[in-house]
């Protein structure tokens, strides 16, 4: 006997006829009951009784298809498995990203590719660049977004984002009826900044010190997002990565291009040798273009006249 007499077998069973199970099968009639009295052969059983046309199942025939029916459970299972590898890999992605994007850009992004609706399972980690680094090179994380505050060695990589920095400043603050802002204004004001180490900050003082201003942050943190809140509650200005920024247009802060161009970049992270699932690959495109559509939803926050050439598209 072979797995398609008892396919056609479980097709009987559960239909109740021949001439049903030959229309679910594709198959004549004939062949299915060619088909059964070789399974009865085979097994020197007999599987059905026919009654005035009608097959009725025997106890032998019951106690095969408990079997049968787990056996094709299983069989289905792994059907389903194999057609989902082949769309979406191992089902499984684990992503890294530094708080910048972490925070509010990768749900955006997710939620854009439709995760809820696909049958996969995400882990989102939001580290610093340091730990993503550490998370992709060891292979806890399929690839991971750092800023480039750090080496990148042992990984390949590409820039993910690379775009001027923003001036956050709070609603009604003189400085927000301004179109651009100069070095000078960060002399006069209360600057919130990120952290020294941070690759922005170090760009935008050597900007600075050029201009003669020397930069005397009020208050110091790692996180852009925090930096957005608490200019958001008044404390002072910040210069902020534009990503960042997005997340907070509508939420008290209003954003000014600053007069020169000092750049926030992120980078993504592979593992050498790694091929990246299907899944992953669907997501980065989805990540690229979110972030199109969250530049562009911020150029249209920037003042119309005025803006420096790098932040015109």
């Known amino acids: 006997m072979g797995i398609r007499e008892i396919?056609?077998?479980r097709v009987v069973m559960t239909t109740g006829s021949t001439s049903k199970a030959a229309s679910m099968l594709g198959i004549s009639q004939p062949a299915v009951s060619q088909a059964i009295r070789k399974l009865e052969a085979g097994a020197n059983l007999q599987f059905f009784e026919?009654?005035?046309g009608r097959l009725v199942p025997t106890q032998e025939a019951q106690a095969l298809m408990e079997?049968?029916?787990?056996?094709?459970v299983g069989f289905e299972t792994i059907e389903h498995r194999i057609k989902s590898l082949s769309r979406l890999g191992t089902g499984r992605l684990s992503v890294a990203a530094h708080p910048a994007m972490g925070n509010a850009f990768m749900p955006?992004?997710?939620?854009a590719f439709g995760f809820a609706t696909q049958d996969v399972k995400v882990q989102l980690k939001v580290l610093s660049s340091k730990?993503?680094?550490q998370q992709v090179s060891s292979g806890q994380?399929?690839?991971?977004?750092?800023?480039?505050?750090?080496?990148?060695?042992g990984l390949e990589h590409s820039v993910f984002l690379d775009e001027p920095g923003v001036v956050a400043i709070p609603t009604g603050h003189v400085l927000s009826r301004r179109r651009v802002i100069e070095p000078a204004d960060f002399d006069r004001e209360d600057f919130l900044a990120l952290n020294p180490e941070d690759s922005s900050r170090v760009r935008l003082e050597n900007v600075l010190q050029n201009h003669g201003v020397s930069l005397r942050p009020k208050l110091e943190t790692p996180y852009a997002h925090t930096l957005c809140e608490l200019v958001a509650q008044g404390m002072g200005i910040g210069f902020i990565n534009p990503i960042a920024a997005c997340d907070f247009v509508e939420r008290g802060i209003v954003i000014r291009p600053f007069r020169f161009d000092v750049r926030f970049r992120s980078l993504l992270l592979f593992r050498p040798g790694k091929p990246l699932p299907e899944i992953a690959r669907k997501l980065l495109s989805s990540m690229r273009i979110q972030l199109r559509k969250d530049l562009r939803r911020l150029n249209q926050a920037?003042?119309?006249d005025g803006t420096p050439s790098c932040w015109r598209p």
């Open 7 to 9: 396919e056609i077998f």
């Open 50 to 52: 026919r009654t005035r």
């Open 67 to 72: 079997d049968v029916d787990r056996f094709f």
């Open 108 to 111: 955006r992004a997710l939620a």
């Open 131 to 133: 730990d993503v680094h």
């Open 141 to 153: 994380c399929d690839f991971g977004l750092m800023a480039d505050e750090m080496p990148v060695m």
């Open 302 to 304: 920037l003042p119309v």
